[in-house]
């Protein structure tokens, strides 16, 4: 058996810990892999699995903590915050609120198993003043059902995976040099996609001065104020003559914005 199979044998747990917190905290290392491979083992009988998913268990609780306790002592800023560290659109916000409204605590659950929503979901928690307790209940549910998931499907197929994993390590340093690759690929990938958003949705933008001025001048400015209905709670002011509609409201309702004058859209 090779060296680095040695070194997960041996430091399984320490190493899943670690990897899933880094991943459920928002940073773009993917766990998954990871999970497989160490439920590979487990299947060959080199690891413990309930070991392994306790570990991934507790990693994704210390992330998601994290974010909650950012979120709760911060508030909605702290979504900006994410979506930059992530490298997610600024539109994640939206689909976690989205994703939040429709299925509340259950959403823990679903954005664990949606690459870089699991954080914001989190901190969302927070945001909306989720009671402690009820958050690491359905946490620890969540959690565990997403890393028994993967790591039970290595398990299933270790005469799989166990083969590639150890191909992989006799490789050595190419290996690593590969799953680097992959990673710095995966980052560029997000990268790009983030700065393609930004240039479609480049338009004219005014600062929070500018407005303000133009209101004190009095010249006519018509703001609607697009928040969804858990960025308004969570931050309950409006500025003054503001048109309030939700997003979901916007296509039913979008005949109260007028034409003849100058449009200035709020969402966060």
Known sequence: MSDLIDFVVRHGPAVLFGWVLVDQ???????VPLLLVVGGLAGAGRLSLSLAIGAAVAG?????????????????SVLGILCRITLEPDSC?????????????????IAKFLPGLNPLAAALSGVV???????LLCEVAGALVWSAAWTGLGYLFSDLIEPIAAGASRLGGT??????????????VKYVQRWLFFRALRMA???????????????????VDLRTTVAAGALPYRIP???????DEL??????????????????
């Open 175 to 188: 290996s690593v040099l590969v799953v680097l690759a992959l990673l710095a690929a995966y980052v560029g």
């Open 129 to 135: 003043k989720v009671p402690l307790g009820l958050f």
């Open 25 to 31: 905290a928002g940073i773009p290392l993917p766990a």
């Open 93 to 109: 916000v939206r689909r976690v609120e989205d994703l939040f409204v429709a299925y509340r605590l259950r959403s823990l659950l």
């Open 60 to 76: 994704s609780l210390a992330a998601d903590l994290l974010w909650y306790t950012f979120g709760r002592r911060r508030g909605a």
């Open 241 to 247: 003559g503001a048109l309030r509609i939700s997003p």
């Open 205 to 223: 933008r005014i600062s929070p001065e500018d407005l303000k001025q133009r209101i004190d001048d009095g010249r006519e400015t018509m703001i």
């Open 251 to 268: 296509e039913r309702r979008h005949d109260e914005i007028p034409r003849h004058t100058e449009i200035v859209l709020y969402c966060t």
